[in-house]
């Protein structure tokens, strides 16, 4: 726990990203050998000053090892302010005389930790303490984190002056450093002790290496025991400064040199001497007539250690494989990290997948590349803007770029459909990186024409979609399933789709779903690709109707495809509605199961909105629709959902339908208290059920008139309703109809004094409710076993019940439900409570299910 000076108030370490200040003194060991009790009175002094300013400043001391301290602070300019104070302070200090002037170093950075027991852990802390072993006595150095935050929030007396990108022991990246200059400290050190570089020729970096530590660290590891390495990921994801720091890295580890060649600027498809001449340019190689250029590689490097980094070979990948190969047989000490965006298939390449940079890499780039100083306020646009972007290092760059000339606001939204903003002003920059769309227009121009037709297909996937889902909007291209299962792997090898192994599913990055679609709706094939997409997840989610045995499997399965589902519907909705509507009412299913309440009524606005003809489909919509605003606990709209299904049902003469319609009307009136009206609607909709023999209505109907009898007290009629009720719900085959049977029997039995069998009933019913995830009878099913265990004297039980039965009800956030839970849960703590007073009546059935 850290304190808050001499008051002793425990003050909160600071969170999320952390700016730490650590300090300690210069040939401290020595200055303890000289005089040791002299030394303890200066280092008292030391901790007293440090202590001081640190928490002047806003900060805290979290620990203190020997003569090192370790701070937090929320802001880099606080331990900015703090360093200079302090180093101030030590500087005007009188020490004693036989140890003279502590020089006491210190490095600020900031980044992110995770707290234990009131002390930070983690690879930012590690990086700072070896960025305090660079500094010299007296001296202050930020790293890059720091500094970017803090440039613009430096007082006008207070630089940062440049000191160039430094090798860390024992870390695989490097760290740019920063002195921090201001009046009253030492402004003259020698250089800083740094482990040095090994020779080599890399091209130099303008801007800082942010984020990618596990990355680098594993690519860095790879190369030191492989000897083929290929970085391969999509366009502007990172792949060329990842290699370039790894190199960096690792020149102690090649005597040889380390190497830069770029195929960027060879033509397409070029043949091994054309690439060898490229690579031979870069390497220093002395060619002689008569000598093929590989040949004269393999004479030069020979047994030479060296590392070469081959950049942008995506579109020379035979003849790269084929020379790669050569090298490796005449230059067996060498190594090569290549950058593409597809592998070489060369024997003993290890592959490493690049993707984005995580949430807080991509904003910390965002905040260092900014054209403007972000705020604090800012933050959750800029994670906004990263998010649309997929966390792409080139997009982020070219977004930071446009804060200047937009609010990220604006920015955010431009992004939303579009990779327009996406523009670098740079002249220098190559072509293909001046926008995020020609970089991956770039690799698309590299496709056959029939992968091209099938990455624009894709555009029609909102989220992951499976290999099943690839092949039947793939048919525009082909309808050869090999053919489409060899254009899907290619599309993976060569970065436009992501794979996700462990579930054999498939996704496109936003940024390329954008470029696909801008490129679909200019070679027509986007119509064809989003009906055959309609089509596909109509048939997905309409299999419950065509009668699927595993309700529980079939929710799961529309929950995971229920993105696309969705984007079916809304494709629908606009060209086929009355198509779309048997897709809506199907999904209807799944959202009242799920207790998805806000997507419901935001899909029945829309159907509303789309005028589908009257149909059974949209008289089977609308009632479920009308069930979903019942459970959500909106009776008035629920009400007039049900009377627009009566009168679609009436306009096509399905008097069945319009029963059931009206059955939904009886089910809002026994919410609402009202039995008599409710009781007169089921009992007309029974004689209808059993005239047109539908089971389902028959069975719901008695279950609910039961449900009545109980309540007026007359519970053999409502137990004599059951029993025909349950013996019909037996022959559906249906475990959810025959679980929400058996929650009414329990309360039934309950009532009537059987709390054996009433317990029975509803620990059978509420275990299948919860397999099914039907979660508003979860919690219908939790009130009905908190009656049983308060009946059965286990108040703690009944409370534990109740209060489930609340958390699930507020995170569906049902007014109806939370009303119910909140009720239970205020009776049983009422002293004057009636033992299992029941509450069945409150959870009437629905026939739409």
Known sequence: ????????????????????????????????????????????????????????????????????????????????????????????????????????????????????????FGTSLNRMARLLDLANGEQVLLGESAASLARDRLPADVTLRDLGSHVLRDVTSRERAFQLVAPGLRGDFPPLASPGD?????????????????????????????????IVGPGGIGKTRLALECADLLRGHFPGGVFFVSFAPVERDANVETLAAAAAASLDVRETPGESVVAAISRDVGARC???????????????????????THC?????VATSREPLHVRGERIERLGGLDPDE???????????????EDESLIRTICERIDGIPLAIELAAARSGAASLNALAERLRDSLGPLVSKDPTEEDRHRTLGNTIDWSYRLLDPIER???EAYCVFNGGFSRDAAAAVGRTVSDDPAVLEAILEALVDRSFVDVDDRADRFHLLDTMRTFARSRALQSGTLSEASERHFNHYAAIVGSLREGAADKASWLSAVGLESHNAEAALEWGLARYPDEACVLAGDLATYWINGGHFTSGSYWTRRVLEARPAPSAALSSFLRKASTLATIAGDFA????????????????????GEHEAAFNLGVIAQREGRNDDAE????????????????????????????????????????????????LAETLDDPDVLASIRKTQATIELDYGDVAISEAHIEAALATKRRLDNAPDIVDALLVLSDVRLRQGKSREAEMAAREALERAQALESAALISLAEERISALQSPNHPTGESRSAEAPLRTGL
């Open 637 to 656: 709209q629920a009400r007039t959902l049900a009377e627009q299904a009566a009168s679609a049902s009436r306009s096509i003469r399905d008097l069945r």
């Open 1 to 120: 726990m850290a304190y808050n000076g001499g008051e002793m108030k425990p003050r909160p370490l600071p969170t999320g990203t952390v700016t730490f200040l650590f300090t300690d003194i210069e040939g401290s060991t020595a200055l303890w050998e000289r005089d040791d009790a002299a030394m303890r009175l200066a280092l008292a002094k030391h901790d007293a000053i440090v202590r001081k300013a640190v928490e002047a400043a806003g900060g805290t001391v979290f620990k203190t090892v020997g003569d090192a301290s370790y701070c937090a602070f929320e802001r880099p300019e606080d331990a900015i302010a703090a360093a200079i104070a302090a180093q101030r302070s030590l500087a005007r200090a009188k020490w004693p005389a036989s140890i003279g002037a502590l020089c006491v170093r210190m490095a600020i950075n900031s980044g992110t930790a995770q707290i234990r027991d009131g002390d930070y």
């Open 362 to 376: 991509a904003q910390v780039l965002f905040r260092a590349r900014a054209h403007v100083p972000a705020r604090a």
């Open 332 to 336: 067996p000490h060498a190594h090569i």
């Open 198 to 230: 090994a020779a080599g020729r890399l091209p130099s970096r303008l801007s800082s290496f942010v984020g990618r530590t596990a990355e680098l660290e594993r690519v860095a590891a790879s190369v030191r025991s492989e000897r083929l390495v290929t």
């Open 680 to 727: 007169r609607v089921y009992l007309d909709c029974l004689d209808t059920f059993r005239e047109t023999r539908f089971t389902r209505g028959i069975l719901t109907a008695l279950n609910n008139l039961a449900q009545l009898a109980m309540k007026r007290g007359d519970l053999t009629t409502a137990r004599e309703r059951m029993a025909e009720s349950a013996a």
């Open 453 to 455: 037709s099938a990455f």
């Open 306 to 328: 060296i590392l070469m980094v081959a950049d942008n070979l995506e579109h020379v990948v035979d003849g790269a494989a084929r020379l790669i190969k050569d090298l490796a």
